[in-house]
């Protein structure tokens, strides 16, 4: 997914990953393409799909309910927003970040770096984006070749803790509350956002 807007350069890159893994039977692809890039893709997805393939492949312009979009997943493709990676955090989700290049102050590859130093995502640069990296990357984790199982472990040590840090019981509390409360919606804006009124109470 590339981010609200979706994104050209991910869009091509996933199908490209679609072309080259689409024999693989244990195989599920689920791509937001962002509005504006629905039509493009559906049409490339089917000229790919005339050649067949086992791999299940859905395109969605956009997801409402996102979380249920991330239970589905096993490894998320995305850009690195602060809101996708609040989501993935609060998810325990291993990842493949894509920074959006032209983002403020570098912010987005910034926050992908955070949970690359944490063992729990990969980071791939927009300009050295192509789709046979993606899928090989793609590959490695499904075959256990990419260390998926360490950046799971990690990506599961990022969510929800069920200890409060030793400094802050009352604030943790507060926050475990609301996150118990995030099963619908877009649970990482609202993580966001009680961690931001939390931080300046």
Same mark, same amino acid.
């Given at each position: 997914m590339g981010g609200s807007q979706g994104a050209r350069s991910i869009n091509a890159a996933a199908l490209k990953v679609y072309e080259r893994l689409r024999d693989r039977s244990d195989l599920q692809m689920l791509h937001i393409t962002g509005r504006g890039h629905f039509a493009e893709v559906e049409n490339e997805l089917d000229i790919i799909k005339e050649r067949k393939g086992g791999a299940l492949y859905r395109i969605f312009p956009y997801m409402e309910e996102m979380n249920l979009f991330y239970q589905a997943c096993d490894v998320v493709v995305a850009r690195s927003g602060a809101t996708t990676v609040a989501e993935i955090s609060f998810f325990g989700l291993p990842s493949i970040l894509?920074? $959006?290049? $032209?983002?403020?102050?570098?912010?987005q590859r910034l926050n992908a770096?955070?949970?690359?130093?944490?063992?729990?995502a990969l980071v791939i640069l927009d300009k050295d984006l192509k789709g046979e990296i993606l899928a090989q990357k793609s590959r490695e984790l499904m075959e256990g070749r990419g260390g998926y199982e360490e950046m799971q472990k990690r990506?599961?040590?990022m969510g929800w803790s069920p200890s409060p840090p030793p400094s802050s019981h009352g604030q943790y509390e507060e926050m475990q509350k609301r996150a118990r409360e995030m099963g619908a919606g877009n649970a990482g804006e609202r993580m966001v956002e009680a961690l931001l009124e939390l931080t300046f109470q």
């Open positions: 894509i920074p $959006y290049p $032209y983002a403020t102050q570098d912010h770096e955070v949970l690359a130093n944490k063992g729990a990506a599961r040590e």
